[in-house]
């Protein structure tokens, strides 16, 4: 099973740093600041500053991607949760449809011997 935020295989240049919060807020929400930092910092063995967290995080709360709650700890926005299980589901029609037509016209280019 395909874990959501495995950060075994992750490396610095490979993963940004907004998908790396979204990642840790996936495993344990709300997050602070500070707490999301030290998390990043320890799964991905990154030399990450703080300010480039606080950065990635004001931009990811402008983009409506985070939230805050009463406490001003971060999570992850319900709504734009809700954005991308309907894309997916979009995709997977569409890439289901796709495969099948794609598989039809093989078929139909055979030619027997």
């Known amino acids: 099973m395909l874990e959501i935020g495995s950060f075994k295989s992750m490396h ?14 996936f495993q344990e929400w709300p997050l602070a600041t500070s707490e999301i930092y030290y998390r ?8 990450i500053t703080y300010q480039a ?3 990635q995080l004001k931009l990811l709360l402008k983009n409506s991607i985070l939230v805050k709650n009463n ?12 954005w991308i299980m309907s894309q997916a ?4 029609r569409e890439y289901s449809t796709k495969s099948k037509r794609t598989n039809y016209n ?4 055979v030619v027997l011997v």
Do not use: F
């Open 12 to 25: 610095n240049a490979e993963y940004p740093t907004k998908e790396l919060i979204i990642s840790v807020l």
């Open 40 to 47: 990043v910092r320890r799964v991905n063995g990154s030399e």
């Open 53 to 55: 967290i606080h950065k």
């Open 71 to 82: 406490e001003k700890k971060y999570l992850v926005n319900e709504q734009w949760l809700e």
């Open 89 to 92: 589901l979009q995709l997977k």
């Open 106 to 109: 093989l078929v139909e280019n």
